[in-house]
């Protein structure tokens, strides 16, 4: 046996040793990495501001279960946070007497305070307005959809 066949057999070795223990350790390709799933709603990660809007049936002031809901998602990311003051802006459709929509989009912010107030947000300054009407319309004089809320901003700080 010469010196290249020496050779040929000794790379022939090591390749089928290294071909049996891969076979041996289930080595397999790796599979292709998976995408870091992010999930829709994040929580904060600190106590910054943040707003939400509360949808209203026409004509009426009272807190829907989904309103309800967003309420208490509210008091629940304000845990472990200073609530600095929170802003409340009723607003009304262009349907109706501007009196009438002005004071339905009162009854309305006024709805949400309470309904704050109920769920924890105690000892915190409410800044409450209430549009009625106002804005109500394009320069065209349509009138802008679904504006039966009360648009909410909550202000915090870290303790």
């Known amino acids: 046996m010469g010196v290249r066949d020496n050779l040929n057999w000794r790379v022939a070795a090591t390749v089928g040793a290294i071909g049996a223990l891969a076979a041996l350790g289930g080595c397999t390709t790796p599979s292709k990495p998976q995408a870091a799933k992010v999930p829709l709603i994040q929580a904060p990660t600190s106590c910054a501001d943040f707003n939400f809007r509360i ?3 026409p004509k009426s002031d009272a807190i829907t279960p989904q309103a309800a809901k967003l309420i208490d998602l509210a008091q629940h990311r304000a845990v472990g946070c200073n609530v600095t003051g929170v802003v409340v802006v009723g607003l009304a459709d262009a349907a109706g007497s501007p009196a009438d929509s ?4 009162k009854r309305r912010a006024d709805a949400v305070t309470d309904a704050l107030g109920r769920r924890g ?3 915190v300054e409410f800044q409450i307005a209430a549009l009625g009407q106002t804005g ?3 320069e065209e004089g ?3 959809p679904v504006r039966r809320r009360v648009d909410v901003s909550v202000h915090l700080s870290v303790h």
């Open 142 to 144: 349509d009138a802008k």
């Open 55 to 57: 949808y209203f049936e």
């Open 102 to 105: 002005l004071e339905l989009s």
């Open 136 to 138: 109500a319309t394009t």
């Open 121 to 123: 947000f105690t000892n």
